[in-house]
């Protein structure tokens, strides 16, 4: 059958196809779609695949690892650096192997459209050792999850599907199969002490993974992923690896007559880069999506009278996401003839919604931390990052998931008074428990001020893992209840949030502010929802 | 038949409806289709585009390049300005006349209308009116917006419009002839000053 779907989509229907069993998954641009198509098609016809929600990346990748024990499918999805989070288990995940097939979707996000850096995930691949699959397409997306999956039980290996920000959300058509697989049958790992991680086990491990890893690039060479085709004129090749070689083709002419290797999968197919080199390349140009990975690894791979150029040459640029206008460049054609940008047209960042409560949190917070001679609020991911910018300038740091709460802890340890965390409700659950635990054990001077607007807000509004919950997480945590305060913020309740936050701020200790009201945006999704029905 | 068209606007303002409904009419006609979409921060309020591709041949990058697009159809006129670079020379720019105020540093109207003037091939047309004159809620101006450019597509006009009808089926016939009144308006509209 034929269907119109972004990347993200094709990667969902992919697993459902190839008979997934469990998507576990913490919403992040570029990959949330992914989650979300699995939810919606299991509420239209239930299958029983699992696809609620995790807290984090790393409780994701360790629920999927344990779906795999019991020998099922099971995916994982994130946004770069939700690698990050999920890195000890997922590094970890490659030395216990697998037993039902294991992919870990990772959407990186080249040009930081909605991200604060621009990390590579191929790297993750490579320092795990595991093989790495990189479509090009929202068909070849699609079609590698069934082989992504068979291939992760073939070799009890997870496998890494890296897609970035252009394939995750650009849609086409894509071919899928009539009849879905069936999902695995429960089935135990054949050799428990593989899952346990003792030294001595580990150590065997690790010397199969090592040995296995021929195998893996064998894979690369043979499966037909990895196409190399020798040019009239050898001696200048191109090596392209996912959507740049869409890039490629969109300016390339056949009569330029380059040697092309086309790359999907990883290891890097050394068989083919010799053959290359074999057939009289002197120069090879790398274009790949994201950081010089490939670049860097093939130097190692190739005499070194054959000059690499890339991106670490300034054939292309050395950051952002690759354009068909940098490739064409890269390849030595002019540009297409173009209209000069306009100079009238100004910025239009991206703001908080009218009406959002974020607003009202921060209009009382700036008007008390002004109070003070020098405050310090600690941001962290989310909407309310956006706090950052005109009219509210609010924040001072901003980092990553949880950052908030601790690093308003360590400023508060090197003397700073008012150390105020802000935080988002999922942000705070995803990261942000931990670090409030170090601080009551501390008794850190620290306000933190959880902006709960009862869902994750910045990727469209899922579900929030401790909706109707914060308070007994932080009396659990040990911030005394009287140091727990809950304001609605709302411009007509300003002078009471002021109080609260003067209060707790003037409180040597502690303390958690909960300024809880729903998104704008999620609210009229369900008065909208409740008038139909 | 190749068409590269930019769809800008500003987030929350429904470009992606007319994406939606220009895909279902190439799908029809048996044309590919690549579509570019912008999800996450810049939907909050910020700039938006969409690289939307039709061709009788397989399409290769999601990304239209710089100096190749056939058309920009913009919710905003502002936002049409932002593209230009990805206008081809004798390329077209469809474009609501409406700006959408939520920036402190908006520039004069008059200069950005006489900006888009200022290219051989335009249409300027105030959607929000010719949607209410044309009888369909404010919701319904994007459609007048598509039913301006599609003497430009490449489409027939009868194919878009059935593309509406099956777009807009599961909510009703009201809103499918509410939604065909207003693509109907702005595809007289165009023919009237082109």
């Given at each position: 059958?034929?269907?119109?779907?972004?990347?993200?989509?094709?990667?969902?229907?992919?697993?459902?196809?190839?008979?997934?069993?469990?998507?576990?998954?913490?919403?992040?641009?570029?990959?949330?779609?992914?989650?979300?198509?699995?939810?919606?098609?299991?509420?239209?016809?239930?299958?029983?695949?699992?696809?609620?929600?995790?807290?984090?990346?790393?409780?994701?990748?360790?629920?999927?690892?344990?779906?795999?024990?019991?020998?099922?499918?099971?995916?994982?999805?994130?946004?770069?650096?939700?690698?990050?989070?999920?890195?000890?288990?997922?590094?970890?995940?490659?030395?216990?192997?697998?037993?039902?097939?294991?992919?870990?979707?990772?959407?990186?996000?080249?040009?930081?459209?909605?991200?604060?850096?621009?990390?590579?995930?191929?790297?993750?691949?490579?320092?795990?050792?595991?093989?790495?699959?990189?479509?090009?397409?929202?068909?070849?997306?699609?079609?590698?999850?069934?082989?992504?999956?068979?291939?992760?039980?073939?070799?009890?290996?997870?496998?890494?599907?890296?897609?970035?920000?252009?394939?995750?959300?650009?849609?086409?058509?894509?071919?899928?199969?009539?009849?879905?697989?069936?999902?695995?049958?429960?089935?135990?790992?054949?050799?428990?002490?593989?899952?346990?991680?003792?030294?001595?086990?580990?150590?065997?491990?690790?010397?199969?993974?090592?040995?296995?890893?021929?195998?893996?690039?064998?894979?690369?060479?043979?499966?037909?992923?990895?196409?190399?085709?020798?040019?009239?004129?050898?001696?200048?090749?191109?090596?392209?690896?996912?959507?740049?070689?869409?890039?490629?083709?969109?300016?390339?002419?056949?009569?330029?007559?380059?040697?092309?290797?086309?790359?999907?999968?990883?290891?890097?197919?050394?068989?083919?880069?010799?053959?290359?080199?074999?057939?009289?390349?002197?120069?090879?140009?790398?274009?790949?999506?994201?950081?010089?990975?490939?670049?860097?690894?093939?130097?190692?791979?190739?005499?070194?009278?054959?000059?690499?150029?890339?991106?670490?040459?300034?054939?292309?640029?050395?950051?952002?996401?690759?354009?068909?206008?940098?490739?064409?460049?890269?390849?030595?054609?002019?540009?297409?003839?173009?209209?000069?940008?306009?100079?009238?047209?100004?910025?239009?960042?991206?703001?908080?919604?009218?009406?959002?409560?974020?607003?009202?949190?921060?209009?009382?917070?700036?008007?008390?931390?002004?109070?003070?001679?020098?405050?310090?609020?600690?941001?962290?991911?989310?909407?309310?990052?956006?706090?950052?910018?005109?009219?509210?300038?609010?924040?001072?740091?901003c980092v990553e998931m949880g950052a908030s709460v601790t690093m308003a802890k360590g400023a508060a340890d090197a003397g700073q008074h008012p150390a105020i965390a802000v935080i988002g409700d999922s942000t705070f659950t995803h990261s942000g428990m931990t670090g409030l635990l170090d601080c009551v054990n501390a008794n850190a001077n620290v306000v933190v001020l959880i902006s709960d607007n009862l869902t994750t807000g910045m990727?469209?509004?899922?579900?929030?893992?401790?909706?109707?919950?914060?308070?007994?997480?932080?009396?659990?945590?040990?911030?005394?209840?009287?140091?727990?305060?809950?304001?609605?913020?709302?411009?007509?309740?300003?002078?009471?949030?002021?109080?609260?936050?003067?209060?707790?701020?003037?409180?040597?200790?502690?303390?958690?502010?909960?300024?809880?009201?729903?998104?704008?945006?999620?609210?009229?999704?369900?008065?909208?929802?409740?008038?139909?029905? | 038949?190749?068409?590269?068209?930019?769809?800008?606007?500003?987030?929350?303002?429904?470009?992606?409806?007319?994406?939606?409904?220009?895909?279902?009419?190439?799908?029809?006609?048996?044309?590919?289709?690549?579509?570019?979409?912008?999800?996450?921060?810049?939907?909050?309020?910020?700039?938006?585009?969409?690289?939307?591709?039709?061709?009788?041949?397989?399409?290769?990058?999601?990304?239209?390049?710089?100096?190749?697009?056939?058309?920009?159809?913009?919710?905003?006129?502002?936002?049409?300005?932002?593209?230009?670079?990805?206008?081809?020379?004798?390329?077209?720019?469809?474009?609501?006349?409406?700006?959408?105020?939520?920036?402190?540093?908006?520039?004069?109207?008059?200069?950005?209308?006489?900006?888009?003037?200022?290219?051989?091939?335009?249409?300027?047309?105030?959607?929000?009116?010719?949607?209410?004159?044309?009888?369909?809620?404010?919701?319904?101006?994007?459609?007048?917006?598509?039913?301006?450019?599609?003497?430009?597509?490449?489409?027939?006009?009868?194919?878009?419009?059935?593309?509406?009808?099956?777009?807009?089926?599961?909510?009703?016939?009201?809103?499918?002839?509410?939604?065909?009144?207003?693509?109907?308006?702005?595809?007289?509209?165009?023919?009237?000053?082109?």
């Amino acid at each position: 059958m034929k269907h119109l779907l972004l990347g993200d989509e094709a990667i969902a229907q992919g697993a459902l196809d190839a008979g997934l069993s469990g998507v576990y998954a913490y919403p992040g641009t570029p990959s949330t779609e992914v989650t979300e198509y699995i939810q919606l098609a299991q509420a239209k016809q239930p299958s029983g695949v699992q696809c609620r929600w995790a807290t984090n990346e790393k409780t994701a990748m360790e629920a999927a690892l344990g779906m795999s024990y019991m020998g099922k499918r099971a995916l994982v999805c994130m946004k770069h650096v939700g690698m990050n989070v999920c890195a000890d288990a997922f590094m970890n995940a490659a030395i216990t192997g697998v037993n039902g097939g294991l992919i870990v979707l990772a959407a990186d996000d080249p040009s930081m459209h909605s991200s604060q850096n621009e990390q590579d995930s191929r790297f993750y691949a490579k320092f795990a050792m595991i093989p790495c699959l990189e479509p090009s397409n929202q068909q070849e997306a699609y079609d590698m999850m069934a082989y992504g999956f068979d291939l992760s039980e073939q070799l009890k290996t997870p496998i890494l599907l890296r897609v970035t920000t252009r394939m995750a959300h650009s849609r086409a058509v894509v071919n899928t199969v009539d009849q879905p697989r069936q999902q695995n049958e429960k089935s135990m790992p054949k050799d428990v002490n593989h899952f346990i991680l003792l030294p001595a086990f580990a150590k065997r491990n690790y010397a199969e993974l090592v040995a296995a890893q021929p195998s893996f690039v064998a894979h690369s060479e043979e499966d037909g992923h990895n196409v190399y085709v020798r040019g009239a004129k050898p001696e200048k090749a191109i090596l392209t690896t996912g959507i740049a070689y869409n890039y490629l083709m969109e300016n390339y002419d056949p009569a330029m007559g380059r040697s092309i290797l086309r790359v999907k999968q990883y290891p890097l197919p050394a068989a083919l880069i010799a053959q290359m080199v074999k057939d009289g390349a002197k120069e090879i140009l790398v274009v790949e999506e994201g950081q010089p990975v490939v670049e860097e690894l093939i130097r190692g791979m190739v005499p070194s009278d054959v000059v690499i150029k890339g991106r670490l040459t300034g054939d292309l640029p050395r950051m952002g996401e690759l354009t068909p206008d940098s490739v064409r460049k890269a390849i030595g054609l002019d540009p297409l003839p173009e209209h000069a940008p306009e100079a009238i047209v100004v910025g239009r960042p991206p703001a908080l919604c009218q009406g959002c409560g974020h607003r009202d949190m921060y209009a009382a917070l700036n008007e008390v931390a002004r109070e003070y001679p020098n405050p310090r609020i600690f941001g962290d991911i989310g909407c309310y990052t956006l706090g950052a910018l005109s009219p509210f300038h609010a924040i001072h740091a901003c980092v990553e998931m949880g950052a908030s709460v601790t690093m308003a802890k360590g400023a508060a340890d090197a003397g700073q008074h008012p150390a105020i965390a802000v935080i988002g409700d999922s942000t705070f659950t995803h990261s942000g428990m931990t670090g409030l635990l170090d601080c009551v054990n501390a008794n850190a001077n620290v306000v933190v001020l959880i902006s709960d607007n009862l869902t994750t807000g910045m990727t469209g509004g899922q579900d929030s893992a401790g909706t109707g919950r914060l308070e007994q997480i932080c009396y659990g945590l040990g911030v005394p209840q009287e140091h727990v305060r809950v304001v609605v913020p709302l411009p007509k309740n300003m002078e009471e949030i002021k109080n609260v936050l003067r209060e707790e701020i003037n409180y040597n200790g502690t303390s958690v502010v909960i300024a809880r009201r729903e998104c704008i945006q999620t609210l009229k999704r369900h008065l909208k929802a409740a008038k139909k029905s | 038949m190749k068409k590269d068209i930019i769809l800008a606007g500003v987030g929350g303002q429904g470009i992606l409806s007319i994406a939606t409904v220009i895909g279902e009419a190439a799908l029809q006609e048996g044309l590919y289709l690549k579509q570019a979409e912008v999800h996450g921060m810049s939907q909050r309020g910020g700039d938006v585009q969409s690289n939307l591709r039709l061709s009788s041949e397989p399409i290769m990058s999601d990304l239209i390049p710089k100096g190749g697009a056939d058309l920009i159809i913009s919710l905003e006129p502002m936002e049409a300005l932002r593209y230009v670079e990805y206008l081809k020379p004798d390329g077209w720019i469809v474009t609501s006349c409406v700006p959408f105020l939520n920036i402190p540093n908006y520039p004069e109207l008059e200069k950005v209308l006489a900006r888009i003037k200022a290219y051989e091939h335009h249409v300027l047309l105030d959607v929000e009116a010719l949607a209410k004159e044309a009888g369909a809620p404010a919701q319904a101006a994007n459609m007048v917006l598509l039913g301006a450019a599609i003497p430009m597509l490449g489409i027939d006009h009868d194919k878009m419009i059935a593309g509406v009808a099956r777009v807009f089926a599961r909510k009703g016939e009201t809103v499918v002839n509410t939604n065909i009144a207003a693509v109907e308006a702005g595809y007289n509209y165009a023919l009237s000053v082109r």
